[in-house]
């Protein structure tokens, strides 16, 4: 089976902090992503990777980034936490045309 | 771009009764495939079922089914015989392609009465 694992289930942080979230698959995987989820608006897309140090945009970067320096490792950066990015997180990854896989989620709230 | 819509925020069942969770979709795209997840109040995210646009059967998998309307853009997941386990939000997905990344829809919450 796929295990994807997130740091961290619960976070807290303050506003202006640096905030690393991070991910680890132990499939091999070469694609992996980063979700936020909000009520009522499902899961968008922040961004992903589909190689070592490869990124691609999803639809909601502004106020990320991320960084893959190891194939099983993705982890997403808020440069400076403000509230508006309390949220639930979710990483995924992915083979081929295989269906994703997700690791349990980190809550993050920024006060 | 592509769109998923769920219009169902909220769903009921008995339990041991069916019910048909809604999906519609949009892209221009011929080539497509869809994915349904289920999302228990613990957070992770469980795939359950994929249909490929250019399948000709619907998918199945044990309680789980697919009823795909590709002239009408739909694609509804079926649970027979609803158990209180199945009580979760459940997200439709489309992934275009050859592209890696899904769109989802916004989700509905099931619950399952006893």
């Known amino acids: 089976d796929v295990k994807v694992t997130q740091s961290s289930r619960y976070l807290v942080k303050r506003t202006g902090e640096k905030v690393f979230l991070e991910c680890v698959q132990d499939m091999d995987h070469e694609n992996m992503f980063w979700y936020r989820q909000d009520p009522g608006l499902g899961l968008r897309l922040i961004y992903f990777s589909y190689d070592v140090k490869m990124k691609e945009k999803g639809d909601i970067p502004e106020g990320y980034s991320v960084s893959r320096e190891k194939k099983e490792r993705f982890s997403l950066i808020l440069e400076s936490a403000s509230t508006n990015q309390t949220s639930m997180y979710l990483c995924?990854?992915?083979?081929?045309?295989?269906?994703?896989?997700f690791g349990d989620g980190t809550r993050l709230s920024i006060l | 771009a592509q769109k998923i819509t769920q219009t169902q925020p909220g769903m009921f069942v008995q339990e041991k009764e069916a019910v048909t969770l809604d999906c519609t979709y949009d892209t221009s795209d011929q080539s497509y495939g869809l994915f349904w997840y289920k999302q228990p109040s613990s957070g992770e995210m469980i795939f359950l079922i994929y249909q490929g646009s250019y399948d000709e059967q619907n998918a199945t998998e044990g309680r789980y089914s697919l009823n795909f309307q590709k002239a009408r853009k739909s694609a509804n997941l079926v649970i027979s015989a609803s158990q209180l386990g199945d009580s979760a939000m459940y997200f439709c997905?489309?992934?275009?392609?050859?592209?890696?990344?899904?769109?989802f829809g916004s989700g509905t919450q099931l619950t399952v009465l006893p």
């Open positions: 997905a489309m992934r275009l392609g050859s592209a890696r990344q899904l769109t």
């Open positions: 995924a990854s992915q083979q081929g045309n295989q269906p994703q896989h």
